[in-house]
């Protein structure tokens, strides 16, 4: 049976896009967010389903455990830009329609994409950054699993598009460059690493409940913690996204690995020398990010 056509890459505002997160770009500029709510923005494969999931079980309550198990993660968390052009169903209807308080919303736009209301409502924000060539490999992978990105190409030529910035959502160094200054001049912007994720998961979800003001007992942060295991997250329907026809876990599940220095196993030594090159010249220098832990 042939493979469902892929979307094509174009030039959007300066930034490599599919029609996918672009088809509904009035209702994206226009979308009113309320001041309680929550976004979570990221390069995509950054660890966005991940913070997700946190989310989503530090607010159980409000979230009710019901939603959380019978409804898949992007349906509790909507995908603000996302046009599904097979369902018809859109990020924002699925935000406006949202029954929970707060709203919890996903994004991968790059920051200047971000509507304004998220801004003029002074909504806090959590951005998740991973290190480039572990964000890459995550990406290739990806690409060749579901049919709503682009032909991913062999790992050479992914290699060489990640370069380019020529992947859905443009360049990963303007993506994190970009969040980071924003950061400075907006204090309800939290900056995380996927890397301190991994280190210490505990550590992080604390930081997390000092921006959003929660502070769990002994008993419901174990659960949090519990919850948001690898394992446990491959293993929960509602976080592993099989329940989606467009991607085939035969060739690569959504849940992969989930560790810090796969690129090891994927970059050649020349490879590694040109992307450290090139590294040096894209990158905010005061931004850092580690590449093992
Ligand atoms: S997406 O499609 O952009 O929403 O993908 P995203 O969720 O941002 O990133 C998927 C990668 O995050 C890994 N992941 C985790 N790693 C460790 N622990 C937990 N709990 C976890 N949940 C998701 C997931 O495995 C993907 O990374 P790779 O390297 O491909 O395994």
């Known amino acids: 049976m042939d493979s469902p056509p892929r979307p094509k890459l174009f030039d959007f505002h300066g930034v490599s896009m599919i029609r996918h997160f672009t088809d509904n770009w009035e209702a994206v500029q226009n979308f009113q ?14 660890g966005t389903t991940w913070v997700s999931h946190i989310l989503e079980l530090l607010y159980i309550d409000e979230m009710s455990p019901e939603r959380l198990n019978s409804l898949p993660i992007d349906v509790r968390v909507p995908f ?6 097979d369902s018809g169903y859109t990020g924002t209807d699925l935000a406006d329609n949202l029954p929970t308080s707060p ?29 480039a060539k572990d964000n890459m490999v995550s990406y290739f992978h990806f690409g060749r699993m579901t049919f709503a ?4 190409g062999d790992w050479n030529s992914y290699f060489e598009k990640f370069l380019a910035g020529k992947l859905v959502f443009g360049s990963w ?6 969040w980071w200054k924003k950061k400075q ?8 690493f996927y890397e301190d994720l ?16 929660l502070s769990p007992s002994a008993e419901e942060k174990t659960r949090v913690l519990n919850g948001v295991k690898f394992d446990n997250m491959k293993n929960n329907a509602m976080t592993n996204y099989s329940t989606y026809s467009h991607m085939d876990f035969k060739i690569s599940p959504f849940m992969r ?22 590294y040096k010249k894209k990158i905010d220098p005061t931004l850092q990010f580690r590449t093992e832990i």
């Open 149 to 152: 990105q682009p032909e991913p």
């Open 103 to 131: 709203r919890v919303i996903k994004t991968h736009l790059p920051v200047q994409f971000v509507p304004n209301s998220f801004w003029e409502q002074n909504c806090r924000m959590v951005y998740v950054a991973r290190n």
């Open 33 to 46: 967010a309320r001041p309680d709510d929550i976004l979570i923005g990221t390069y995509p494969k950054a």
């Open 198 to 213: 991994v280190e210490d998961t505990g550590r992080e979800i604390d930081k997390l409940c000092s921006l959003l003001g």
């Open 257 to 278: 690995k989930g560790k810090v220095g796969d690129w090891k196993n994927h970059f050649t030594v020349a490879q590694n020398e040109e992307f450290d090159e090139d």
């Open 185 to 192: 001049a907006y204090s309800n912007l939290h900056y995380m």
């Open 80 to 85: 603000l830009e996302l046009q599904r052009i």
């Open 173 to 178: 160094y303007d993506h994190v460059n970009g």
